[in-house]
């Protein structure tokens, strides 16, 4: 794989009075508790990890865990206390500030929860915003954020203001916005918490389908962890500020690292989340039946079929190549065994 | 109980009299003196039990021994002189002053003559010789008519029809009751005074809020002059400035840039952070944050701070008159002085016309929503622009027709001249005539009852106490309140004004605003309260809280002139007049704070009216209502000050006398502390007791 376009080495963020001492005492031995008792509060504990091209990094966790802290991290927000960041292998927090607003008005774009459009600028104004930032055209731009009001569906309610839009409309306008300048990295801060449901369900949707078109590299912000699930290339739990599992949604689901993950975990419906290649053995017995299924298909679209036969089922890749098999006992394990309830 | 006994143990030593004289000017052989930095001050020595030597009786002299000289000795600069070409000594702050000065005083000749034609903008790019060499270079003025209908074409876009009539027929009203010359001095001057004081607040909010360090230098500043007297200011101002327009705009300045900057820096702060993670995520650089994000979100505070800045400059307008200011505020001071009522009220009443004008249009502006202009042709966009070149064009014609048709004497298609307009003057003289031979007798026993039975006894009060009584009574009140600190400043301000030469003053000055807002709060309290009762009078009596708010404080005197003469019964009742405002307002607010669900909640366990607006209802608007005291007491004591205008023996009096005085400057600064100091006692005491009711009830 190239080299990865976010890359974070152990990154701190401590707020308070003297947290850079703090950290440089505790040499890499970070204890809430204690930073706690001296007026300092740990917002990031430790993060290493990476994102590649065209990947989608979820980070879930409740509030207080310190995920919106790591975004804005990166984003640079606020700087973070220790560590390092690289992005395309730029060391982030070296940069100028010129260099830092460059970054940002070519390579970077964000939505944030409450929407945060300008409220005395139209629907195109708003998306135009970063364009005129960055010096161009007010024509060229204006057609520019044009053709974004067509890619999320607001056509026709281009010269509108953000308070004459339903929550969900705003929130398109500030997906539109952070496309604007076609940034490589697409930063999401909890996008679709402060929507209603329905909506939510309907914007997840609409978000997977941008970025099946756009394939950005993007860090996606929720505390919901269906959301997390049905978004993630890999997710990343965080609780205290510190990551507790990074992996993806398959493993996570499968095998919790903490106890705190599979808090998380128990409630989930797996079928919905796993695929057959997530459970299937990778041998090919002999005794196969006729039925074969794919290997990225969700469990529970083909369990009745697969639960219907007496024989293993043979699992194939998209070039109809047998990779593995799976039978009906391994499905029924899947979904119903392995949890506490069912004691 | 410490405090009781303070009161009894000292009896009224026989040699005092109640409000001393003036120490530094009376030499007396039983005076005591003292000698601090080289000034010294005499006073008469009391029991410091009983009353507090003038320890700090030294600072008005050094104020204006320093202010003397900066003027005339600091830094002394060679500067080029354009009249008598060659270089010339002066002391540099002199020099920076009278640049200013004639900045100013530029600003404003170029406005009002713009609006009532004139020389001195010609003048000041050419010279006198030039404008006798070609007499036709006259800057001829707006025709009435083409100012009127501009205001109002200016009111319909920013407020709409209603806006734009009220617009409309009070220019009509004022050109035709003969008052547009003073009127227009008034605007003009006000149209350099906003923009200015609206530029500098502007500016000095977001220093602020952009560093630390420059709210921090800053806050004190804010605070003394929020409760500070715009009388005190005047006298400093005098000195660095001299007397006329231009010193009024500087003082102005002074005394509207404070609001400014906190309307500025609180609409700042309420930006949401998300507003600026976007506004940095697009790449903005510091100044586009600011000019493109932050200062168009926070659009409505600033606008609202535009608001203030006006109201603040109309009440300035009337005062700056004492020294020099030109138009509707001086002949208002005029009429006063001459007792002439009928005259006051006319100008008042014009310069009240403006001020709403001008707060409505204000307000309008602040809460219209910006529409997009985008898919509209030229006319559509421009149809404001050119509805009024339209107007113009009418305007000279009318104004040519005019000057054929009325041959003789004044074109009143024109400009209608001052007194020679319809005047109601002497209609409103007969009136106060006849109120007074028709009433004269209830008001003089209403007069002598409120004088003999509650004023005096209470001023006697005030005054019997001790100093060091009055200082445990507050300290304590301090430490009950807020703990050590609210005790220690507290008591730093109290002890200002005891160890300063007028402490009898400022109790007469307090006696006076204590007794108007006990009376403000009565009556704001109780109507606030039966307001709220119903959806139409609520907003009706914010409407009329509005209206009254927006008159300049000098107008309320004249009413009560008319009514009760020269007494202090008339100081009083404009204090209870202006003061209810704020009290009524904050009562009404406070009540309406409440959150609906506690309302349907309390409904439905069956409470009665009464439980529930005592149960529920005061107890939750009494920290709010307690700000609207806050505010009763900062309008009391302006008016109290301004107050001695007409004649009252407290602070106000030797503000007014230290104007006329050349070496009043350090005096009036210093009483005008004193006042701000007064009001600060309360406005902590109260702040803190609010600050902690609310974190009680976890309200904000």
């Given at each position: 794989?190239?080299?990865?376009v976010?890359?974070?080495?152990?990154?701190y963020?401590?707020?308070?009075?003297?947290?850079?001492?703090m950290l440089?005492?505790?040499?890499?031995?970070v204890?809430?508790?204690?930073?706690?008792d001296?007026?300092?509060?740990?917002?990031?504990?430790?993060a290493?990890f990476e994102?590649?091209?065209?990947?989608?990094l979820?980070v879930?966790?409740?509030?207080?865990?310190?995920?919106?802290t790591l975004?804005?991290?990166?984003?640079?927000?606020t700087?973070?206390?220790g560590g390092?960041i690289?992005i395309e292998g730029?060391?982030?927090?070296?940069?100028?500030?010129?260099e830092?607003?460059?970054?940002?008005?070519?390579k970077?774009?964000?939505?944030?929860?409450s929407f945060?459009?300008?409220?005395?600028?139209?629907?195109?104004e708003?998306i135009?915003?970063p364009l005129q930032?960055?010096?161009i055209?007010?024509?060229?731009?204006i057609?520019?954020?044009?053709?974004m009001?067509?890619?999320?569906?607001?056509?026709?309610?281009e010269?509108?203001?953000p308070?004459?839009?339903?929550?969900?409309?705003?929130?398109?306008?500030?997906?539109?916005?952070?496309l604007?300048?076609?940034?490589?990295?697409?930063?999401?801060?909890?996008p679709f918490?402060a929507?209603?449901?329905?909506i939510r369900?309907e914007?997840?949707d609409?978000?997977?389908r941008?970025q099946?078109k756009?394939?950005?590299t993007?860090?996606?912000?929720?505390?919901d962890f269906?959301?997390a699930?049905?978004?993630?290339d890999?997710?990343?739990?965080m609780?205290?500020?510190?990551?507790e599992?990074?992996?993806?949604?398959?493993?996570?689901?499968?095998?919790?690292?903490?106890?705190?993950?599979?808090?998380?975990?128990e409630?989930v419906?797996?079928?919905k989340?796993l695929?057959?290649?997530?459970?299937?053995?990778e041998?090919?017995?002999?005794?196969i039946?006729?039925?074969?299924v794919s290997k990225?298909?969700?469990?529970?679209?083909v369990a009745?079929?697969?639960?219907?036969?007496?024989k293993?089922?043979?699992?194939i890749?998209?070039?109809?190549?047998?990779?593995g098999?799976?039978?009906?006992?391994?499905?029924?394990n899947?979904?119903?065994?392995?949890?506490?309830?069912?004691? | 109980?410490?405090?009781f006994?303070?009161?009894?143990?000292?009896?009224?030593?026989?040699?005092?009299?109640?409000?001393?004289?003036?120490a530094?000017?009376?030499?007396d052989?039983?005076?005591?003196?003292?000698?601090?930095l080289?000034k010294?001050?005499?006073?008469?020595?009391?029991?410091v039990?009983?009353?507090?030597?003038?320890?700090l009786?030294?600072l008005p002299?050094w104020i204006?021994?320093?202010l003397?000289?900066l003027m005339?000795?600091?830094?002394?600069?060679?500067?080029w002189?354009?009249?008598?070409?060659?270089?010339?000594?002066?002391?540099?702050?002199l020099?920076?002053t009278r640049n200013l000065?004639?900045?100013m005083?530029?600003?404003?000749e170029l406005?009002r003559?713009?609006?009532?034609?004139g020389?001195?903008?010609?003048?000041?790019?050419?010279?006198?010789?030039w404008?006798?060499?070609?007499?036709?270079?006259?800057?001829?003025g707006?025709?009435?008519?083409?100012?009127?209908?501009?205001?109002?074409?200016?009111?319909?876009?920013?407020?709409?029809?209603g806006l734009?009539i009220y617009a409309?027929l009070?220019?009509t009203?004022?050109s035709?009751?003969?008052?547009?010359?003073?009127?227009?001095q008034?605007?003009s001057?006000?149209?350099?005074?906003?923009p200015?004081?609206?530029i500098?607040?502007l500016?000095?909010?977001?220093?602020a809020y952009?560093s630390?360090?420059v709210?921090k230098?800053?806050?004190?500043?804010?605070?003394v002059?929020?409760?500070?007297?715009?009388?005190?200011?005047?006298?400093?101002a005098?000195?660095l400035?001299g007397?006329?327009?231009?010193?009024?705009?500087?003082?102005?300045m002074?005394?509207?840039v404070?609001?400014m900057?906190?309307?500025?820096?609180l609409?700042?702060?309420a930006?949401p952070?998300?507003?600026i993670?976007?506004g940095?995520?697009?790449?903005?650089n510091?100044?586009?944050l600011?000019?493109?994000?932050?200062?168009?979100t926070?659009?409505?505070?600033?606008?609202?701070?535009v608001n203030?800045?006006?109201?603040v400059c109309?009440?300035?307008a009337?005062?700056?008159?004492f020294i020099?200011a030109?138009?509707?505020?001086?002949?208002?001071?005029?009429?006063?002085?001459?007792?002439?009522?009928?005259l006051?009220?006319?100008a008042?009443l014009?310069?009240s016309l403006?001020?709403?004008?001008?707060d409505?249009?204000s307000?309008a502006?602040a809460?219209k929503q910006?529409?997009?202009f985008?898919?509209?042709?030229?006319?559509?966009?421009?149809k404001?622009?050119l509805?009024?070149?339209?107007?113009?064009?009418?305007?000279?014609?009318?104004?040519?027709?005019?000057?054929?048709y009325?041959?003789?004497?004044y074109n009143?298609?024109?400009?209608?001249?001052?007194?020679?307009?319809?005047s109601?003057?002497?209609?409103?003289?007969?009136?106060?005539?006849?109120?007074f031979?028709t009433f004269?007798?209830?008001i003089?026993a209403f007069?002598?009852w409120?004088?003999?039975?509650?004023?005096?006894?209470?001023?006697?009060?005030y005054l019997?106490?001790p100093?060091?009584?009055t200082?445990?009574?507050?300290?304590?009140?301090?430490?009950?309140?807020g703990g050590?600190?609210?005790?220690?400043?507290?008591?730093?301000?109290?002890?200002?004004?005891a160890?300063s030469?007028w402490w009898?003053?400022?109790?007469?000055t307090?006696?006076m605003a204590?007794?108007?807002?006990?009376?403000?709060c009565t009556?704001?309290?109780?109507?606030?309260?039966l307001?709220f009762?119903n959806?139409?009078s609520?907003?009706f009596?914010?409407?009329?809280?509005?209206?009254f708010q927006?008159?300049?404080?000098?107008?309320?005197?004249?009413?009560v002139m008319?009514?009760f003469?020269?007494?202090?019964?008339s100081?009083?009742?404009?204090?209870?007049?202006?003061a209810t405002?704020?009290?009524?307002r904050y009562?009404i607010?406070?009540?309406?704070s409440v959150p609906?669900g506690l309302?349907d909640?309390?409904?439905?366990?069956g409470?009665?009216?009464?439980q529930?607006?005592?149960?529920?209802?005061?107890?939750?608007?009494f920290?709010?209502?307690m700000?609207?005291?806050n505010?009763?007491?900062v309008?009391?004591?302006?008016?109290?000050?301004?107050?001695a205008?007409?004649?009252?023996?407290?602070?106000?009096?030797?503000?007014?006398?230290?104007?006329?005085?050349?070496?009043?400057?350090g005096?009036?600064?210093?009483?005008?502390?004193?006042?701000?100091?007064i009001?600060?006692?309360?406005?902590?005491?109260?702040?803190?007791w609010?600050?902690q009711?609310?974190?009680?009830l976890?309200?904000?």
């Amino acid at each position: 794989m190239s080299e990865p376009v976010i890359k974070c080495q152990s990154v701190y963020k401590i707020f308070g009075a003297n947290a850079e001492r703090m950290l440089k005492e505790a040499n890499g031995n970070v204890d809430a508790k204690t930073f706690q008792d001296n007026g300092c509060i740990v917002g990031v504990n430790n993060a290493s990890f990476e994102v590649s091209k065209g990947e989608m990094l979820v980070v879930m966790g409740l509030s207080g865990s310190g995920k919106s802290t790591l975004l804005r991290c990166i984003s640079r927000l606020t700087d973070a206390t220790g560590g390092k960041i690289f992005i395309e292998g730029q060391d982030l927090l070296n940069l100028n500030n010129k260099e830092l607003i460059d970054l940002r008005r070519n390579k970077m774009g964000m939505v944030f929860q409450s929407f945060a459009l300008l409220p005395h600028k139209t629907v195109l104004e708003n998306i135009a915003f970063p364009l005129q930032i960055k010096g161009i055209k007010t024509e060229d731009s204006i057609n520019k954020a044009m053709d974004m009001v067509k890619l999320v569906g607001l056509d026709g309610r281009e010269n509108y203001f953000p308070r004459e839009l339903s929550g969900g409309q705003q929130q398109r306008v500030g997906i539109a916005r952070s496309l604007a300048v076609e940034p490589d990295i697409w930063f999401l801060d909890e996008p679709f918490s402060a929507l209603d449901p329905l909506i939510r369900k309907e914007m997840q949707d609409e978000f997977l389908r941008l970025q099946e078109k756009l394939q950005k590299t993007i860090m996606f912000i929720t505390h919901d962890f269906d959301e997390a699930l049905k978004l993630a290339d890999r997710i990343a739990i965080m609780k205290d500020g510190i990551i507790e599992q990074l992996d993806t949604p398959a493993n996570i689901v499968l095998n919790p690292a903490t106890e705190y993950v599979r808090k998380f975990t128990e409630e989930v419906p797996r079928e919905k989340v796993l695929l057959i290649k997530d459970v299937m053995d990778e041998t090919t017995s002999s005794d196969i039946g006729d039925l074969k299924v794919s290997k990225d298909e969700i469990i529970e679209n083909v369990a009745e079929k697969i639960l219907t036969q007496e024989k293993t089922v043979a699992v194939i890749d998209s070039k109809n190549n047998v990779v593995g098999s799976i039978n009906p006992a391994k499905i029924i394990n899947t979904v119903f065994g392995g949890r506490k309830s069912n004691n | 109980m410490s405090f009781f006994a303070l009161c009894f143990a000292i009896d009224v030593p026989e040699t005092y009299k109640f409000i001393r004289g003036q120490a530094e000017f009376v030499k007396d052989p039983n005076q005591s003196a003292f000698v601090f930095l080289g000034k010294e001050v005499r006073y008469y020595a009391f029991d410091v039990f009983w009353r507090l030597p003038p320890l700090l009786g030294w600072l008005p002299i050094w104020i204006n021994d320093s202010l003397f000289f900066l003027m005339n000795d600091w830094m002394p600069m060679e500067f080029w002189n354009e009249d008598t070409q060659e270089y010339k000594t002066r002391p540099l702050v002199l020099q920076i002053t009278r640049n200013l000065t004639a900045f100013m005083t530029f600003l404003i000749e170029l406005i009002r003559e713009i609006l009532l034609g004139g020389l001195e903008t010609i003048v000041a790019f050419t010279s006198w010789d030039w404008i006798d060499a070609n007499p036709w270079a006259e800057l001829p003025g707006l025709p009435w008519t083409i100012v009127a209908t501009g205001s109002a074409i200016l009111a319909y876009k920013l407020g709409g029809k209603g806006l734009a009539i009220y617009a409309l027929l009070s220019m009509t009203y004022i050109s035709i009751f003969g008052q547009w010359k003073p009127s227009m001095q008034t605007l003009s001057f006000i149209l350099v005074a906003a923009p200015l004081s609206f530029i500098f607040g502007l500016s000095l909010g977001v220093a602020a809020y952009k560093s630390k360090r420059v709210e921090k230098a800053l806050y004190p500043i804010l605070l003394v002059m929020q409760t500070m007297p715009q009388y005190a200011v005047l006298v400093p101002a005098l000195v660095l400035f001299g007397v006329g327009d231009h010193a009024a705009v500087i003082i102005t300045m002074i005394v509207a840039v404070p609001p400014m900057i906190l309307l500025t820096l609180l609409g700042l702060r309420a930006v949401p952070p998300e507003v600026i993670e976007a506004g940095r995520m697009s790449g903005c650089n510091n100044w586009q944050l600011m000019s493109k994000v932050l200062i168009p979100t926070a659009r409505r505070d600033i606008l609202i701070g535009v608001n203030q800045v006006i109201m603040v400059c109309f009440s300035m307008a009337v005062i700056s008159a004492f020294i020099g200011a030109k138009g509707l505020g001086f002949n208002l001071l005029l009429a006063l002085n001459q007792l002439n009522i009928g005259l006051a009220l006319e100008a008042g009443l014009c310069i009240s016309l403006i001020a709403i004008l001008l707060d409505k249009m204000s307000l309008a502006w602040a809460n219209k929503q910006v529409d997009y202009f985008g898919n509209l042709n030229f006319f559509q966009r421009n149809k404001n622009a050119l509805s009024f070149g339209v107007v113009v064009i009418a305007g000279i014609l009318l104004a040519y027709f005019g000057s054929i048709y009325f041959k003789e004497g004044y074109n009143y298609l024109f400009e209608v001249p001052h007194n020679k307009g319809i005047s109601t003057a002497d209609f409103w003289n007969k009136g106060v005539d006849w109120i007074f031979d028709t009433f004269f007798v209830y008001i003089k026993a209403f007069n002598t009852w409120l004088i003999v039975d509650v004023l005096q006894p209470m001023r006697a009060l005030y005054l019997r106490m001790p100093a060091i009584a009055t200082l445990v009574l507050v300290v304590g009140a301090g430490y009950l309140i807020g703990g050590v600190r609210s005790a220690l400043v507290v008591c730093g301000l109290t002890l200002f004004i005891a160890l300063s030469p007028w402490w009898d003053r400022a109790l007469v000055t307090t006696y006076m605003a204590t007794f108007g807002v006990l009376v403000s709060c009565t009556i704001g309290f109780t109507v606030g309260t039966l307001c709220f009762q119903n959806k139409h009078s609520t907003n009706f009596m914010l409407n009329v809280c509005d209206i009254f708010q927006t008159f300049p404080s000098f107008v309320y005197l004249i009413p009560v002139m008319m009514l009760f003469g020269i007494t202090d019964t008339s100081v009083l009742i404009a204090v209870i007049v202006y003061a209810t405002i704020p009290a009524t307002r904050y009562t009404i607010e406070g009540l309406r704070s409440v959150p609906a669900g506690l309302h349907d909640a309390a409904t439905m366990s069956g409470v009665t009216k009464f439980q529930r607006l005592f149960k529920i209802e005061f107890p939750l608007a009494f920290p709010h209502m307690m700000l609207g005291l806050n505010q009763t007491i900062v309008f009391a004591l302006f008016m109290v000050i301004i107050g001695a205008f007409i004649g009252t023996e407290d602070l106000g009096q030797y503000i007014l006398k230290a104007l006329s005085d050349k070496k009043g400057a350090g005096i009036g600064l210093t009483l005008g502390i004193c006042v701000a100091f007064i009001g600060l006692i309360f406005d902590n005491l109260i702040r803190t007791w609010v600050g902690q009711r609310k974190k009680h009830l976890g309200i904000d």
